[in-house]
């Protein structure tokens, strides 16, 4: 079953909601990554948020970065994806072990950190993207991306995002929900979703119990006459490619090229996001010099 995001609304246009359905996604990426069980757990949050920012974006060839970056021992979160909601990401130290004090609940505020920030880039095809940042809350991702929201961006949002591990180390259920509250909407909205969403409890929880999304957004929005606008089904994707890494070796210029082909005879680079090696050769390597010292010419 592929992963999916639905989008609705309630109180005619009044509310917005996108819920999340990640499961396969996450299971992919920690396949992927190698992750250890808090590592996925706080990348896989990060997935998920940033595949419901992408189905948010409106122009078809944009796309949103979200880093999250807290000095804790998982190092920084990056997660990229597009208007299709297909999403890619990875964290800086992915074989992460951190202690909880909380039994059976893995410390991703622990593993993630609060000493630093959550950065959201949005590219939008003009000539500089829009950043965004905002001190983290918890490191628990979730309150953080609600309070980048709220204080960031003026809008309020209730986040939910969660992953739980199964006995054997695989995904049981991973996903998220944004719960939006537009202008001008009546402040009783407001409370009666804010206690619905503690009312409900773990996402991770409703969707492996849950038969579809749609229920979940019906239990959330019982009373607000719910409608759901449209569906999406998203994945894991990399979109590297051999030509993006020649264009990142011609940008070190002539000088750390030769560097290369002199001490090292070639090169390898890795993708961070699927781990995918690409391979260069002395003579890959002099072709692209080339390339570079025109481009220094010109």
Not at 23 to 45: D, F, M
Not at 221 to 249: H, I, Q, T, W
Request: negative net charge; proline residues 3%.
């Amino acid at each position: 079953m592929k992963s999916r995001i639905l989008r609705g609304t309630a109180l005619d246009g009044q509310v917005r909601i996108f819920i999340a359905d990640t499961t396969n996604l996450v299971e992919r990426a920690k396949e992927i990554h190698q992750a250890s069980p808090v590592a996925i757990a706080a990348l896989g949050r990060v997935l998920t948020a940033t595949s419901i920012l992408g189905v948010m974006l409106k122009g078809e060839n944009d796309k949103i970065t979200t880093r999250f970056h807290g000095q804790g021992p998982i190092g920084t979160i990056i997660a990229t994806s597009n208007a299709s909601g297909n999403v890619k990401g990875y964290v800086t130290n992915p074989q992460v072990m951190v202690e909880s004090s909380i039994p059976g609940k893995l410390n991703v505020g622990g593993a993630v950190g609060k000493d630093g920030e959550i950065t959201v880039i949005k590219d939008l095809g003009l000539k500089s993207p829009y950043i965004g940042n905002y001190p983290l809350v918890s490191g628990e991702i979730g309150e953080d991306l609600a309070a980048y929201f709220m204080y960031s961006e003026q809008q309020p949002s209730a986040v939910g995002l969660g992953v739980i591990i199964d006995k054997d180390y695989s995904i049981k259920s991973a996903g998220g929900f944004i719960l939006q509250i537009l202008p001008d909407t009546d402040e009783n909205v407001a409370f009666i979703l804010e206690e619905r969403v503690k009312e409900a409890g773990s996402i991770s929880k409703l969707i492996e119990n849950s038969r579809n999304e749609k229920d979940i957004m019906d239990q959330l929005l019982e009373g607000l006459n719910p409608k759901v606008l449209e569906e999406y089904e998203v994945d894991y994707v990399c979109d590297c490619n051999r030509s993006r890494f020649e264009k990142a070796l011609i940008s070190l210029g002539k000088q750390e090229l030769k560097s290369l082909i002199d001490d090292d005879h070639g090169a390898e680079l890795q993708c961070h996001f699927c781990n995918k090696k690409y391979q260069f050769s002395e003579e890959n390597l002099k072709s692209l010099m080339m390339e570079a010292t025109n481009t220094d010419l010109k």
